[in-house]
């Protein structure tokens, strides 16, 4: 089997709905960390004090077959067409380690897909 990992760095308040649909559409997990960053917009502030948006990293390792579904439903349900609501990136992966138990679970996914 071959994996891709997905990266999508979303507003907190969209981190429910993204992994939700990424689930619908075969996932099988994610990883959620808890991050901030900077973008093209200027950071609001207030009395002189920045006041950002809280963002979560989301990481999705998927069956090579399914990465585009997810995207797909990630996008959406990210609302990414609006300014600053998030992105997506994909990497490929090398090699994966400790997923032997979720092997059969992945193969499962791709058929019932």
Do not use: C, W
């Amino acid at each position: 089997m071959k994996f891709k990992i997905v990266f999508a760095p979303v507003k907190t308040y969209k981190t429910d709905s993204v992994v939700d649909a990424a689930k619908a559409v075969g996932a099988t997990g994610a990883t959620i960390i808890p991050a901030r960053g900077t973008g093209m917009r200027e950071a609001k502030t207030f009395f002189g004090l920045t006041i950002e948006d809280q963002t979560d990293i989301i990481i999705f390792l998927l069956e090579e077959n399914i990465v585009k579904s997810v995207l797909d439903a990630i996008k959406t349900a990210g609302e990414f067409h609006k300014p600053g609501t998030g992105i997506a990136f994909v990497l490929s992966v090398d090699e994966v380690l400790g997923l032997e138990s979720q092997i059969e679970r992945f193969k499962e996914v791709i058929r019932d897909l």
